[in-house]
């Protein structure tokens, strides 16, 4: 029996913060055959459109659009003073 693998982790050389990711998946699917009569969204959508091709052969399509977004835009107190001043004159 061969000596055991030394397990290799990954060494964290980078001491900055963790970096704040967040993401959004938009899904959307539907089928040729049925047309607008049957489309899907959220989640689930590409499961279901798979499935309804497995159940009934039609071609089925599916779109995902992907956002990622690293850190939060900063707020612009110029913005808002700018606001109160035409919520002033209002
Ligand atoms: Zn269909």
Request: charged share 20%; proline share 9%.
């Amino acid at each position: 029996m061969p000596p055991p693998v030394p397990m290799l982790h990954r060494i964290n050389t980078d001491h900055r913060p963790p970096r704040n990711t967040s993401s959004t998946r938009d899904v959307r699917a539907g089928c040729h055959v049925c047309g607008d009569a049957v489309r899907w969204s959220g989640p689930n959508a590409q499961g279901v459109a798979a499935r309804h091709h497995d159940a009934t052969g039609h071609a089925t399509w599916c779109e995902i659009a992907l956002s990622i977004a690293y850190g939060r835009p900063v707020a612009d107190d110029r913005q808002l003073d700018l606001e109160d001043a035409i919520g002033a004159v209002a």
